[in-house]
């Protein structure tokens, strides 16, 4: 059973800078692409970032140049260092994780239970 667990979010000022974890537990297989994903109230979940197991990324528009992801494909860990937060980047943020291998596959992939994360004016 596929289990991904975030960490990190938290209460900060506009300007400042959190640093979300993921880890995933359950599947010996490495994940062909781990990522992030938000829900603001009111709003359809959205793509924050996304990283491959070979290590190319993809992120949203408006957070380019001021988040990072990275990943630990020996742990199955994807992280997201974001700096020079906005209050419109409050959310929830979900964890996900891909598996193209037809032995851990799911439509989707899996997700994490999410974290809030919360950027005062």
């Known amino acids: 059973q596929v289990q991904l667990v975030e960490s990190g979010g938290g209460l900060v000022q506009a300007g400042g800078s959190l640093r979300l974890s993921c880890a995933a537990s359950?599947?010996?297989?490495?994940?062909?692409?781990m990522g992030w994903y938000r829900q603001a109230p009111g709003k359809q979940r959205e793509l924050v970032a996304t990283?491959?197991?070979?290590?190319?990324?993809n992120y949203a528009d408006t957070v380019k140049g001021r988040f990072t992801i990275s990943r630990d494909n020996a742990k199955n860990n994807v992280d997201l260092q974001m700096n020079s937060l906005k209050p419109e980047d409050t959310a929830v943020y979900y964890c996900?994780?891909?598996?193209?291998?037809?032995?851990?596959?799911?439509?989707?992939?899996?997700w994490g239970q999410g974290t809030q994360v919360t950027v005062s004016s």
């Open positions: 996900n994780a891909y598996c193209a291998d037809f032995r851990c596959y799911r439509q989707g992939g899996y």
């Open positions: 359950g599947s010996i297989f490495s994940f062909n692409a």
């Open positions: 990283i491959t197991s070979g290590g190319s990324t």
